[in-house]
C-alpha cells in the first residue's frame, strides 16, 4: 500500500492570511452547482439520522472512545518508531556502503513487497507461539506485555512503516544536491554535522508531501490489527455488528471517523510542511 | 534423492512434507489460493483502469458537478480504510442486488466471493486509477493535442492515437505501483472468509501449528509475484519509451 515514491518538487507554499484563505474558501463554496449538491448531502445526511438506527451509540460510546484512543496512538507511536528506523534504512541505501545497503535493501523490498495482514499473522502467531517454549521469557519482566496482542501490532505496524518510509528517505536523500553536501564539507562541518544541519532537514523538507500520504495508508492500515484481537475503533463497530445485526449504522459511522482522522493527518502534515519550507524561495 | 539434504538440514523433510503439493501436504492449498488472489487482483485491476479512465477524463472534461462527485469518490475511497469499504460494498451489493432481484421476482442469490471481491477492489483501485491517468492525461504535451485536431481527429481517435500512447509511459510507474496494491489488498479479503493465499495460509498454519513454515512460504508467494510483476512493468515501460530520448527527454 505505497503511493509513488517519487518525491514531488517542493511546491511553494502561499503565505497565506486567514482573511485571505477564508474568502477563497467562500468563493470555492459560493457556486450554484455545490450548493446544490452540499444541500443534497445534507438531506442525505438528515435523512439517514432520523430513519437509520442509532440507538446503540449510548451504550458503546465508552467502548468506542477507548477504541478510538488505541487506533490513535497505534498510529502515532508506530509512524514515529518507524520513521526513526526509516531515517536510517534510507540513509544506508542512498550512501550506505554494500554491506549495509543490501540489507536495508532487502528489508524493504520484503516489507514492500508481501501483504502487511501476513506480516501482522506471521509475528501474532509466529512469535506468540514461540515465545512461551522458552522459559526464561515466561519468567522475564516482559512477559505481561507479551501475553498481550498489541506490542505484536505496534512491532507489525512499525515495521511496515519504517520499510515503506525507508525507500521515501532514500530518494529523499538522494535527491539533496551534492553541492549542499560539498558546502558544508568545505565549512569544516563533521560527517555527523552535515547529515544533522544540511542533509536530514533538506531531506526531509522533500519528503513530507510523500510523508503525508503515507501516513494516510498507514492510518488505512490499522483496522488490521482488530484479527489479532486488539480492540481498536474498527473492532468497537465489529461488535456492535454481531451484538446488534446492525450492519450499515456502524460501519458508515467508522468510515466518518476514519474520514475525519484522514482530513487531521494532512492538516498535520500541511502545518509541518509550511514550517519546515519557510525558508524556501518560491 | 534428497536424503543427504536431510540429514544435512535437521526439520527439512517435516518442512518439505507440509509444504508437499498432495495432501497430506498443504502446498496445493496454498497455490490454488494464490490462483485465487491473482485472478482477483487480474479483475480488480482491470476494472480499476476502466472505471479509472472515465473517472480521469471526467474529471478532465466533465461538468462541475461530475467533476465534484468524481472528486468525492476518489477523496472518501482514498481516506477510509479498504476493510471498511469492502465490507460496505459486500453488503450493500448484495442486499442492493437482492432487492431488485425479489423486484424483478427472481429468487434472492448467494453473491460469489470472487465477483464480490473483484467488485470491491475494482471501486477502490478505480479511485487510485482515476488520480493516476488524470496526472499522466495532464502531462501530455497540449502541442501534440492541437496537432491531432489540426488534422480533423475526432475526439475518440485523438485519444485512441495521441493522447492514449503518449500518455502511457507517464501512468506506467503509478499503474505498477497499483497492481502491486491490488495483489497484496487481495489479502484483506481473507478477513471477509474468502479463500485466498492469506486464508488459505492461516488454515494450514492454524491446523499444523507450524506458523513460520506456511507464513514464510506465503510470503515467499507474495515477493515472487511481486517481484516478476515489478520486472513485466519494468519491461514495458521500457519499450514504450524506447522512441524517447534519454533523461534529458521533453521540455525543459
Same mark, same amino acid.
Given at each position: /500500500?505505497?503511493?509513488?515514491?517519487?518525491?514531488?518538487?517542493?511546491?511553494?507554499?502561499?503565505?497565506?492570511?486567514?482573511?485571505?484563505?477564508?474568502?477563497?474558501?467562500?468563493?470555492?463554496? /459560493?457556486?450554484?452547482? $455545490?450548493?446544490? &449538491?452540499?444541500?443534497?448531502?445534507?438531506?442525505?445526511?438528515?435523512?439517514?439520522?432520523?430513519?437509520?438506527r442509532w440507538h446503540w451509540i449510548p451504550r458503546y460510546a465508552d467502548l468506542a472512545l477507548?477504541?478510538?484512543?488505541?487506533?490513535?496512538?497505534?498510529?502515532?507511536?508506530?509512524? !514515529?518508531?518507524?520513521?526513526?528506523?526509516?531515517?536510517?534504512?534510507?540513509?544506508?541505501?542512498?550512501?550506505?556502503?554494500?554491506?549495509?545497503?543490501?540489507?536495508? $535493501?532487502?528489508?524493504?523490498?520484503?516489507?514492500?513487497?508481501?501483504?502487511? +495482514?501476513?506480516? +501482522?499473522?506471521?509475528?501474532?502467531?509466529?512469535?506468540?507461539?514461540?515465545?512461551?517454549?522458552?522459559?526464561?521469557?515466561?519468567?522475564?519482566?516482559?512477559?505481561?506485555?507479551?501475553?498481550?496482542?498489541?506490542?505484536?501490532?505496534?512491532?507489525?505496524?512499525?515495521?511496515?512503516?519504517?520499510?515503506?518510509?525507508?525507500?521515501?528517505?532514500?530518494?529523499?536523500?538522494?535527491?539533496?544536491?551534492?553541492?549542499?553536501?560539498?558546502?558544508?564539507?568545505?565549512?569544516? !562541518?563533521?560527517?555527523?554535522?552535515? &547529515? *544533522?544541519?544540511?542533509?536530514?532537514?533538506?531531506?526531509?523538507? $522533500?519528503?513530507?508531501?510523500?510523508?503525508?500520504?503515507?501516513?494516510?495508508?498507514? /492510518?488505512?492500515?490499522?483496522?488490521?490489527?482488530?484479527?489479532?484481537?486488539?480492540?481498536?475503533?474498527?473492532?468497537v463497530a465489529?461488535r456492535v455488528?454481531?451484538d446488534t445485526?446492525i450492519?450499515?449504522e456502524p460501519?458508515?459511522m467508522?468510515?466518518?471517523?476514519?474520514? /475525519?482522522?484522514?482530513?487531521?493527518?494532512? +492538516?498535520?502534515?500541511?502545518?509541518?510542511?509550511? *514550517?519546515?519550507? $519557510?525558508?524556501?524561495?518560491? | 534423492?534428497?536424503? =543427504?539434504?536431510?540429514?544435512?538440514?535437521?526439520?527439512?523433510?517435516?518442512?518439505?512434507?507440509?509444504?508437499?503439493?498432495?495432501?497430506?501436504?498443504?502446498?496445493?492449498? @496454498?497455490?490454488?489460493?494464490?490462483?485465487?488472489?491473482?485472478?482477483?487482483?487480474?479483475?480488480?485491476?482491470?476494472?480499476?483502469?476502466?472505471?479509472?479512465?472515465?473517472?480521469?477524463?471526467?474529471?478532465?472534461?466533465?461538468?462541475?458537478?461530475?467533476?465534484?462527485?468524481?472528486?468525492?469518490?476518489?477523496?472518501?475511497?482514498?481516506?477510509?480504510?479498504?476493510?471498511?469499504?469492502?465490507?460496505?460494498?459486500?453488503?450493500?451489493?448484495?442486499?442492493?442486488?437482492?432487492?431488485?432481484?425479489?423486484?424483478?421476482?427472481?429468487?434472492?442469490?448467494?453473491?460469489?466471493?470472487?465477483?464480490?471481491?473483484?467488485?470491491?477492489?475494482? %471501486?477502490?483501485?478505480?479511485?487510485?486509477?482515476?488520480?493516476?491517468?488524470?496526472?499522466?492525461?495532464?502531462?501530455?504535451?497540449?502541442?501534440?493535442?492541437?496537432?491531432?485536431?489540426?488534422?480533423?481527429?475526432? #475526439?475518440?481517435?485523438?485519444?485512441?492515437?495521441?493522447?492514449?500512447?503518449?500518455?502511457? #509511459?507517464?501512468?506506467?510507474?503509478?499503474?505498477?505501483?497499483? =497492481?502491486?496494491?491490488?495483489?497484496?489488498?487481495?489479502?484483506?479479503?481473507?478477513?471477509?472468509?474468502?479463500?485466498?493465499?492469506?486464508?488459505?495460509?492461516?488454515?494450514?498454519?492454524?491446523? %499444523?501449528?507450524?506458523?513460520?513454515?506456511?507464513?514464510?512460504?506465503?510470503?515467499?508467494?507474495? @515477493?515472487?509475484?511481486?517481484?516478476?510483476?515489478?520486472?513485466?512493468?519494468? =519491461?514495458?515501460?521500457?519499450?514504450?519509451?524506447?522512441?524517447?530520448?534519454?533523461?534529458?527527454?521533453?521540455?525543459?
Amino acid at each position: /500500500m505505497s503511493a509513488p515514491t517519487n518525491i514531488p518538487p517542493n511546491a511553494p507554499v502561499p503565505a497565506a492570511l486567514p482573511g485571505n484563505a477564508l474568502r477563497s474558501l467562500w468563493r470555492e463554496v /459560493m457556486q450554484p452547482h $455545490r450548493l446544490v &449538491l452540499i444541500a443534497l448531502a445534507l438531506g442525505i445526511a438528515v435523512y439517514a439520522g432520523m430513519t437509520m438506527r442509532w440507538h446503540w451509540i449510548p451504550r458503546y460510546a465508552d467502548l468506542a472512545l477507548q477504541g478510538f484512543w488505541r487506533t490513535l496512538w497505534l498510529l502515532a507511536l508506530s509512524c !514515529l518508531l518507524g520513521f526513526m528506523l526509516a531515517v536510517p534504512l534510507g540513509l544506508a541505501q542512498a550512501a550506505g556502503p554494500r554491506f549495509l545497503a543490501a540489507p536495508a $535493501r532487502a528489508f524493504c523490498t520484503v516489507i514492500r513487497g508481501t501483504p502487511l +495482514l501476513l506480516q +501482522l499473522w506471521l509475528i501474532y502467531f509466529g512469535l506468540g507461539s514461540l515465545f512461551p517454549q522458552f522459559p526464561w521469557i515466561r519468567e522475564s519482566e516482559l512477559w505481561p506485555y507479551l501475553r498481550q496482542a498489541w506490542p505484536y501490532a505496534l512491532l507489525a505496524l512499525t515495521l511496515s512503516y519504517a520499510g515503506y518510509e525507508g525507500e521515501v528517505m532514500r530518494g529523499a536523500f538522494r535527491s539533496v544536491p551534492h553541492g549542499q553536501l560539498e558546502a558544508g564539507r568545505a565549512f569544516g !562541518l563533521s560527517r555527523f554535522a552535515i &547529515l *544533522r544541519r544540511i542533509w536530514l532537514p533538506q531531506a526531509l523538507q $522533500r519528503a513530507l508531501p510523500t510523508l503525508g500520504g503515507e501516513t494516510v495508508l498507514q /492510518m488505512k492500515a490499522t483496522p488490521l490489527v482488530a484479527t489479532i484481537t486488539v480492540i481498536d475503533i474498527y473492532a468497537v463497530a465489529s461488535r456492535v455488528r454481531q451484538d446488534t445485526f446492525i450492519i450499515y449504522e456502524p460501519l458508515l459511522m467508522l468510515a466518518v471517523v476514519y474520514l /475525519m482522522i484522514a482530513g487531521l493527518i494532512t +492538516l498535520v502534515f500541511r502545518l509541518l510542511e509550511r *514550517r519546515y519550507t $519557510r525558508g524556501m524561495t518560491a | 534423492m534428497l536424503d =543427504w539434504l536431510y540429514t544435512l538440514v535437521p526439520g527439512l523433510e517435516t518442512t518439505a512434507g507440509l509444504l508437499s503439493l498432495h495432501p497430506p501436504g498443504w502446498g496445493g492449498n @496454498l497455490l490454488r489460493g494464490a490462483l485465487a488472489s491473482l485472478q482477483i487482483a487480474a479483475g480488480a485491476f482491470g476494472m480499476g483502469l476502466v472505471l479509472g479512465t472515465f473517472g480521469a477524463l471526467g474529471k478532465l472534461n466533465g461538468g462541475p458537478v461530475t467533476r465534484d462527485l468524481l472528486s468525492v469518490y476518489t477523496t472518501v475511497v482514498r481516506a477510509v480504510p479498504e476493510l471498511i469499504l469492502i465490507l460496505i460494498i459486500y453488503y450493500a451489493g448484495t442486499d442492493l442486488l437482492n432487492q431488485a432481484l425479489r423486484a424483478m421476482g427472481q429468487r434472492p442469490v448467494e453473491v460469489s466471493g470472487v465477483a464480490a471481491g473483484i467488485f470491491v477492489l475494482g %471501486t477502490v483501485q478505480g479511485a487510485y486509477a482515476t488520480e493516476v491517468l488524470r496526472g499522466a492525461i495532464q502531462a501530455v504535451d497540449k502541442g501534440q493535442i492541437e496537432a491531432g485536431r489540426a488534422y480533423g481527429m475526432g #475526439p475518440i481517435t485523438l485519444f485512441r492515437r495521441v493522447t492514449f500512447p503518449s500518455m502511457l #509511459p507517464l501512468a506506467l510507474p503509478g499503474l505498477s505501483n497499483l =497492481w502491486l496494491i491490488a495483489t497484496k489488498d487481495t489479502a484483506l479479503l481473507a478477513i471477509v472468509g474468502f479463500s485466498e493465499l492469506t486464508l488459505e495460509t492461516r488454515q494450514a498454519a492454524g491446523s %499444523t501449528r507450524a506458523f513460520f513454515t506456511f507464513f514464510l512460504a506465503a510470503g515467499a508467494i507474495y @515477493l515472487t509475484m511481486t517481484l516478476v510483476s515489478g520486472r513485466v512493468f519494468g =519491461w514495458i515501460e521500457a519499450r514504450y519509451r524506447r522512441g524517447e530520448a534519454g533523461p534529458t527527454r521533453g521540455h525543459p
